[in-house]
């Protein structure tokens, strides 16, 4: 069972930048795609960005496609996400998982605590 371990988090004025961690026991010795999701308050929990294992793909939902940057370490078993030019509608939770699929980025689950990140002046 993976266990996720996620953090950078913090509160941020708009136009300002992050750089989220994950880290993830047992994520990364097979052929794992990951991802990153994010829960805002009221709202359901959405996929933000996925990596194929090599990284040769990388996959950005529309509403942050341009200002966000996930990759990988597989060596040092992370997953990060820079996000630039943030906004107050990034504010959310976010969380990493296995990516079961990347044509519908349904994640595996099992969901780790996150970490929170706040986008205000």
């Known amino acids: 069972q993976a266990q996720y371990v996620e953090s950078g988090g913090d509160l941020v004025q708009p136009g300002g930048s992050l750089n989220l961690s994950c880290t993830c026991p047992?994520?990364?010795?097979?052929?794992?795609?990951l991802g990153w999701y994010r829960q805002a308050p009221g709202k359901q929990r959405e996929w933000v960005a996925g990596?194929?294992?090599?990284?040769?793909?990388?996959k950005y939902a529309d509403s942050v496609r341009g200002r966000f940057t996930i990759s990988r370490d597989n060596a040092k078993g992370m997953v990060y996400l820079q996000m630039d030019r943030l906004t107050p509608e990034d504010t959310a939770v976010y969380y990493c998982?296995?990516?079961?699929?990347?044509?519908?980025?349904?994640?595996?689950?099992?969901w780790g605590q996150g970490t929170q990140v706040t986008v205000a002046s």
């Open positions: 990596i194929s294992l090599r990284a040769s793909t990388r």
């Open positions: 998982n296995v990516v079961r699929d990347m044509l519908s980025m349904s994640s595996r689950g099992d």
């Open positions: 047992g994520c990364f010795g097979s052929a794992n795609a």
